[in-house]
Nanobody
């Protein structure tokens, strides 16, 4: 399984970015596709996750209402649309996939496959 994340960059506060994560070597069946982020000097944290076929989505409180996770099963790609960005969103963003039990889907330790990370920098 390989995950390729892309779409990061430098944006001003209030701007938008869309991250993509393309998966190869697997399908999204029985999997969660999840975005985590690691701000400078801090632990990796959950951002958003989507279940197979996009039936369920979950968000961290800090991004709810601003970020939208979506999935294109035909392209084996998951997206993270990020709007109203602020400097606190600055981080390396990682996509991950796995089949955790539902209660564990927020924890990075539950995922076995990771993309390489893409840097998002929001300037004030």
């Amino acid at each position: 399984v390989q995950l390729q994340a892309s779409g990061g960059g430098l944006v001003q506060a209030g701007g938008s970015l869309r991250l993509s994560c393309a998966a190869s070597g697997t399908s999204f069946s029985n999997r969660y596709m999840t975005w985590f982020r690691q701000p400078p000097g801090r632990e990796r944290e959950f951002v958003a996750t989507i279940s197979q076929f996009g039936l369920s989505t979950y968000y961290a409180d800090s991004v709810k209402g601003r970020f939208t996770i979506s999935i294109n099963n035909a392209k084996n790609t998951v997206y993270l649309q990020m709007n109203s960005l602020n400097p606190e969103d600055t981080a390396v963003y990682y996509c991950a996939t796995g089949s955790p039990i539902s209660s564990q889907k927020y924890f990075s330790s539950a995922y076995g496959y990771w993309g390489q990370g893409t840097q998002v920098t929001v300037s004030s």
